[in-house]
């Protein structure tokens, strides 16, 4: 009976996930903002301390943003009682294409922005140029993520395990 339950609160969810409202693409997308953001600062922030150039600095700041995406969805996966390598799966499955389409815009902006990629992080250019990057990828990746819940897909995924 138990189990009954449970996958009738799976199926509910699911069902509701593939609605794709705006309101849970926009907070699958504040997620992803939210690693993308932690990533490109960590990795811009150590780039510049160790003296690297821009394109190690860009690499760095790109792969550490899809780390800290994943690892935020996987907090999420594993604390609902999913073993690892199922979490990791799912992780991969739900944020890929949003990391990237976030990754994408957001570093595209900063490359064709003149003089961000050799501002400092002392400079006002810096972090206005980041600001500025995030919000336009944020938009542009609002309505994938939205495409992609109404398909079962990226966030739908991982909906089944919030509590």
Known sequence: MEHEAHAAHVHHHGAEAAAGTWATAVQATLHCLTGCAIGEV??????????????????LAI??????????????????????????????????????????????VIVLWPGAMDAGLGDALFWGTLAISLAIAFVVTTPVNKWMIGRGKGHAVVHQYHH
């Open 42 to 59: 960590l990795g811009m922030i150590i780039g510049t301390a160790f003296g690297w150039g821009n394109v190690p600095t860009l690499i």
């Open 63 to 108: 792969v550490l943003a899809f780390f800290f995406g994943y690892t935020l969805t996987l907090r999420g996966i594993l604390k609902a009682g999913v073993d690892l390598r199922a979490a990791v799966r799912v992780a991969l499955a739900a944020d890929t294409l949003s990391i990237a389409v976030m990754e994408l815009v957001d570093n595209g």
